[in-house]
């Protein structure tokens, strides 16, 4: 068999069991207070964690445009705009960003 | 993002139809890039699987939210609900209002359908987009992170240390721990949380 097709095979297996094992087990499982407090920070402290570092390396040579991206993401959010303009606005930010660089 | 891993999974020697499918059956954001990269640098079998493993190892966290979240299901959705918590389907349904099965599908079967289709562009459009532009969609991913973290933070300064100190966490641990930084931050942030954000904050709803 492919070597590659191998290796796709694999990492699905590998990255479905940890998702189908919470499917097989969460209706047999009553969870605490306590443990349903530390589930709900989860989403919170997730996406601080998928952000810092990872947003820092969106380009690799320049660490500051991904800094940019994020600053500017949450300026957005915070005066409330709409998500998908969050994303698109962020975008061509950046785009305009890497147009003028080459300049300095 | 699909398109940027289309590219490097086409550099890796991968065919279009393996670019797709691994897109369909692993369906892992990172994971693939991290994947596709490994081929690259021709890494053994067990090597990518084992990296694999521990990058998304997050997924048993994330759809352990998911389903406790979730009202009323059943064993088939939950488990096709698995399959399909990503990053993104796992953050825009935990943060928000409604949690029943169907949104979380919704939500999910959205972006699983745009990373299938972002692979498939990709390895048709690739030669044609400048390294600008998809480094430009790279942020799109973070941008929406942040869009879904920020109002929280703004209605709870106690969530906001709690990410600021994540943040940093992580930051300090990527470094020493590789791949194992993300889940570890995570939990041990939580572990912070219990301590540091207002029970009544976040016990609302399905507690």
Known sequence: ?104 | MGIGYAAIAIKAGMSPLQTVSMSFLVYAGAGQFIAASMLASSASLMAIILTQFVVNLRYFVMSTCVLNKVEESNLPLNIFAGHLTVDESFAMFSLSSESSIWTFMGIALIAWAGWCLGAAIGVVILDLLPVIVTNSFNISLYALFVAILVPSIKENKQIGILVLITMIMNAILTPIMGNWALIVSTLIGAGIGMYIVDDEYVLTGDA
């Open chain 1, 1 to 104: 068999m492919d070597y590659i097709n191998l290796v796709i095979l694999g990492c699905a297996l590998v990255t479905f069991i940890p998702r189908l094992i919470p499917a097989l087990f969460i209706d047999k499982l009553n969870f605490s207070p306590k443990f349903e407090k530390f589930l709900n920070l989860i989403p919170y402290t997730a996406l601080a964690a998928l952000i810092c570092p990872g947003v820092l390396t969106v380009d690799n040579q320049l660490w500051y445009i991904g800094l940019i991206g994020a600053v500017v993401a949450a300026g957005l959010a915070w005066k409330k705009a709409p998500m998908g303009a969050i994303v698109i606005i962020t975008v061509v930010v950046l785009i305009t960003v890497y147009s003028i660089v080459p300049f300095f």
